[in-house]
């Protein structure tokens, strides 16, 4: 049984959405990553890359490539955060 919801996959597929391309590019890698360490043909991912990103299937993973996901989504949201953070500091400074 999944532990995620297409609700928790539906809030992922948000903040992916306002990620940029680089990171984009890192969700690629992820994905790459992924598909070649699966023993079993029928857990691949199918995916695609283009000038407007990376393009997959949300339902079709499984929950460890999730949380991989989610981990690295949440990691770019708070470094731009503690980075736009820092800007606004260094602004008041000024």
Known sequence: MEKYTNKHKKTLFEKISALSKTEHEEIYKILKNFNSQ???????????????????????????????????????????KNLDDYDKKINECK
């Not at 857990?43 to 981990?71: M, P, W």
């Open 38 to 80: 699966v023993e079993n043909s029928e857990n691949l991912i199918n995916f695609s890359q283009n000038k407007n990103g990376v393009f997959f299937n949300l339902s079709d993973i499984t929950d460890d490539l999730y949380d991989e996901l989610d981990n690295f989504v949440n990691y770019c949201i708070n470094n731009k």
